[in-house]
């Protein structure tokens, strides 16, 4: 398995609160993204980084902030929480835009009450 | 990228062959044909990908027809872990951001 580790696995936070998801990599790939998978949704992204300090917005990523000051970090920041943000968070990374495959964490379940 | 489409649900026996139907009649001809599962509540897996020939590895096989508006995964001897929902996605490689879209999926169930 490729070495992507996410904390915290689980968190319950209240509406209004900010929250960082950590995404840690041991395989030194360039690019990592954060999507959000919801029922009826699948998989969203939100944002990703193709470098350290170069990110870009995905399909979703109004109320998220992300940052990237490590190859190996990508935290994912809730500024301030809303339920509509409770979801399963998955980080994923790939060596680079060529790579056919996406290697994906364990996943965060975030529940904002 | 092209939509795709999943029956929503398979039953397959211990040890037999799992095949598992993609409709992608809207493929343009850049677009590559993924396949991803997930385990309940891991994270995906990549299985599989093809542009226009049949390709395998040692997870399984993957035909994708001569106009390319349909693929098929192949699992030859399904095991009670394949149980997971499997993805078909069609995508352009290349794309800014490289991003997965993730629709409904087949949720496969293997059984004794």
């Known amino acids: 398995d490729a070495g992507i580790t996410q904390s915290p696995r689980h968190k319950v936070t209240e509406t209004g609160t900010p929250v960082t998801l950590r995404c840690h990599q041991t395989e030194n790939h360039r690019y990592m993204y954060w999507y959000r998978q919801d029922p009826g949704h699948g998989l969203r992204l939100i944002h990703y980084?193709?470098?350290?300090?170069?990110?870009d917005k995905g399909e979703v990523s109004d109320g998220y902030s992300v940052s990237r000051s490590k190859t190996e970090d990508f935290l994912l920041t809730l500024e301030s929480a809303t339920s509509s943000q409770t979801s399963v968070y998955f980080c994923?990374?790939?060596?680079?835009?060529?790579?056919?495959?996406?290697?994906f964490g364990p996943g965060t379940r975030l529940t904002v009450t | 990228d092209a939509k795709t489409t999943q029956p929503p649900s398979m039953d397959c026996a211990e040890g037999r062959a799992a095949n598992l139907p993609c409709n992608h009649s809207?493929?343009?001809?850049?677009?590559?044909v993924y396949w991803y599962r997930q385990i309940h509540s891991q994270g995906p897996q990549y299985i599989i990908h093809g542009l226009k020939n049949n390709e395998t590895n040692e997870m399984a096989s993957l035909i994708i027809t001569e106009d390319r508006k349909s693929s098929t995964l192949i699992l030859p001897h399904a095991t009670l872990r394949d149980t997971a929902v499997y993805y078909c996605i069609v995508r352009v490689l290349n794309n800014a951001g490289n991003m997965l879209t993730f629709g409904g999926g087949t949720r496969l169930m293997v059984k004794p």
């Open positions: 809207t493929i343009s001809g850049n677009e590559y």
């Open positions: 994923a990374i790939s060596e680079d835009l060529s790579s056919y495959e996406q290697y």
């Open positions: 980084s193709y470098g350290v300090k170069d990110t």
